[in-house]
């Protein structure tokens, strides 16, 4: 069974950047997609951007599409997401899941099977 560790996060002041990551154990990401999202206390989950291992396509929704980009990383087993001029409404826990599209549109959290347990990102002064 494959788990998802995330790494990365923490508080960074507006227009900085930070990265969060998502690894792999157990198996590789070989075969899924893998999505980001983001949750707030007063917000659902909402679906950021997603790559397919295989062949490296990526996908970023309109509201980050510029400042957020994401990537492979072989060596490691894991996916990235940088996260750059970050403002305050970016403060939110980041989750990275996994999918092999087979359950649904890959822009919905119950579309995915494994998850990270998130990781928190606060942009504050």
């Known amino acids: 069974q494959i788990q998802l560790v995330q790494s990365g996060g923490g508080l960074v002041p507006p227009g900085g950047s930070l990265r969060v990551s998502c690894a792999a154990s157990?198996?590789?990401?070989?075969?899924?997609?893998v999505g980001w999202f983001r949750q707030t206390a007063t917000k659902e989950r909402e679906f950021l951007a997603i790559?397919?291992?295989?062949?490296?396509?990526?996908h970023i929704v309109p509201s980050v599409n510029g400042r957020f980009t994401v990537s492979r990383d072989y060596a490691k087993n894991a996916v990235h997401l940088q996260m750059n001029w970050l403002n305050a409404e970016d403060t939110a826990v980041y989750y990275c899941?996994?999918?092999?599209?087979?359950?649904?549109?890959?822009?919905?959290?119950?579309?995915?099977?494994?998850w990270g347990q998130g990781t928190q990102v606060t942009v504050s002064s």
């Open positions: 790559i397919s291992w295989n062949t490296g396509n990526t």
């Open positions: 899941a996994i999918s092999k599209g087979e359950t649904g549109p890959l822009d919905r959290a119950g579309s995915y099977e494994y």
């Open positions: 157990g198996r590789s990401f070989s075969d899924y997609g």
